[in-house]
């Protein structure tokens, strides 16, 4: 399959607005350039900035943009005509940049080996091993190993909202217990939670390349499909898929998504969830913790724990009785 690539001129502003209105489409696959903080990177490593690759230098006076794959399929063209109306509704508001939109052609195998590069085995909290699928490694420590092969859905365990779930499930007790991932990409929430002996998880994502993706990788980590089920949709419009999830059953939830969607998951959170379950969520930037904080607490939840990493938080919630 090849890939349309697609780049959005927006401000720093417009950062979260544009991803999260893109990730409420089905767009996962993205990654921002952004001179603010190309320019904020240089100015905190004065002693070291020679030593940036040259190759990366055009970040300095770049503007800022969201760039996003599309899969040059019928799912990639509803994208795209998707896409096109969120773009012309935010343009609209004036404030976003000029939300201009370019589009080049890539293929498949330059998108897998541009990413895999920058893929190593990396160690996550006190048990996790994360593991790309054609890597090899040693594990003197006795970890879990979690293999898991991204294409081009989000979750390497490499960005600090999937560090901060792993980490945060470490905490809890999953041994026999009932999860719900939702908003899956990858799937590595999923199989950490299986791997800490969750009894089963259900799988949520907006995006059916994701979800695709998800089954692939919980099977190459040695789970079979008595373990595990994986849906395509968004709860928050779907409600068949809803009754399908089930209500009432499930003893944890991860939702590592944004602040805007978390926001307006917060009602269904608790219908989901036994009386005194879990509920993880991250994906938040620091900035809006406490508006997220504040709209699950008021559904009838108890903070546990707040855990941030750089400029990312994530927070740990108990159902009130």
């Known amino acids: 399959m090849n890939w349309t690539e697609v780049a959005i001129e927006t401000n720093s ?12 489409i089905g767009i996962t696959g993205i990654r921002i350039e952004n001179s ?6 240089l100015e905190g490593t004065e ?10 230098m055009y970040l300095k006076d770049a503007p800022t943009k969201v760039i996003l794959y599309l899969p040059e399929n019928s799912q990639g063209m509803d994208m795209m005509s998707s896409l096109k109306n969120v773009l012309e509704e935010l343009k609209k508001e004036e404030k976003y940049g000029s939300l201009e939109m370019t589009v080049n ?11 895999k590069q920058f893929f190593k085995p990396i160690k996550i909290g006190d048990r996790f091993l994360i593991k790309p699928s054609w890597e090899k490694t040693d594990n003197p420590d006795n970890r879990k190993i979690l293999e898991i092969d991204p294409g081009m859905s989000f979750g390497t365990g490499t960005h600090e909202t999937t560090r901060l779930c792993l980490e945060t499930m470490e905490k809890f007790d999953l041994n026999n217990k009932e999860v719900l991932d939702l908003g899956c990409g990858s799937g590595i929430l999923s199989i950490g939670a299986l791997l800490l002996g ?4 259900n799988m949520v994502d907006i995006d059916a390349n994701s979800t695709r993706i998800a089954k692939e990788n919980t099977s190459l980590n040695g789970f079979n499909e008595n373990c595990y089920n994986v849906y395509c949709g968004n709860i928050i419009q779907d409600k068949a898929l809803c009754d399908t999830l089930g209500y ?3 003893d944890v939830i991860f939702a590592n998504i944004v602040a805007d969607v978390l926001k307006a998951m917060s009602g269904q959170f608790g219908e989901f969830l036994k009386d005194d379950g879990t509920l993880i969520v991250s994906g938040i930037i620091i900035e809006r913790k406490q508006e997220v904080e ?15 990493e750089g400029s990312w938080a994530s927070i740990s919630f108990r159902k009130k009785l």
């Open 105 to 115: 052609n890539v293929k498949e195998e330059d998108w897998e080996n541009n990413w």
């Open 294 to 308: 504040d709209a699950i607490i008021e559904k009838g939840f108890e903070v546990i724990k707040n855990y941030n």
């Open 36 to 41: 603010d903080d190309f320019n904020e990177f």
């Open 47 to 56: 002693i070291y900035w020679d030593y940036v690759d040259e190759s990366l």
């Open 198 to 201: 969750a009894k089963h998880v």
């Open 248 to 250: 009432k059953k499930y």
């Open 13 to 24: 502003d417009g950062i979260e607005t544009l991803t999260g209105n893109l990730l409420n």
